[in-house]
């Protein structure tokens, strides 16, 4: 190329991008943790009320996400459940609040068995 040396670099290449680490989740079930959150981010306490309320019903689910996305910026939920070893079952619940990720423990309050299909 008309004496200049041809270097070539390839267009469709980039260069390797770091990958950020996803932000570890805040734990409210550990001592302490909801007072702090309370004090610090009462919005978010405040959210974290309504997912443990509808966490704690058998049936949380999508209907309950929209509610609380709607009502306190919940921008997901997550319903999952925890084997703790005992009689009570509990959830581990999974939401985001603004950029925050918190989890929490609840145990299910609605645990009658229901007749599915009719």
């Keep these: 190329m008309r004496g200049r040396a041809h270097e070539e670099t390839p267009r469709h ?22 007072e702090r959150l309370k004090a610090n981010r009462p919005d978010h306490y405040d959210a974290a009320v309504q997912v443990a309320r509808v966490g704690a019903q058998l049936d949380c689910g999508k209907e309950d996400a929209v509610m609380l996305k709607e ?20 959830r581990r619940l999974r939401f985001t609040v603004g950029d925050e990720q918190y989890v929490l423990n609840v145990r299910l309050e609605d645990t009658a068995p229901r007749l599915i299909g009719r």
Excluded: I, M, Y
Aim: glycine residues 8%; hydrophobic residues 35%; proline residues 12%.
């Design 13 to 34: 290449r980039r260069p390797p991008v770091a990958a950020t680490p996803a932000l570890a989740a805040t734990d409210l079930s550990k001592p302490g943790a909801l």
């Design 71 to 90: 009502r306190h910026a919940v921008e997901s939920l997550d319903c999952g459940f925890v084997s703790r070893g005992n009689n009570s079952p509990q």
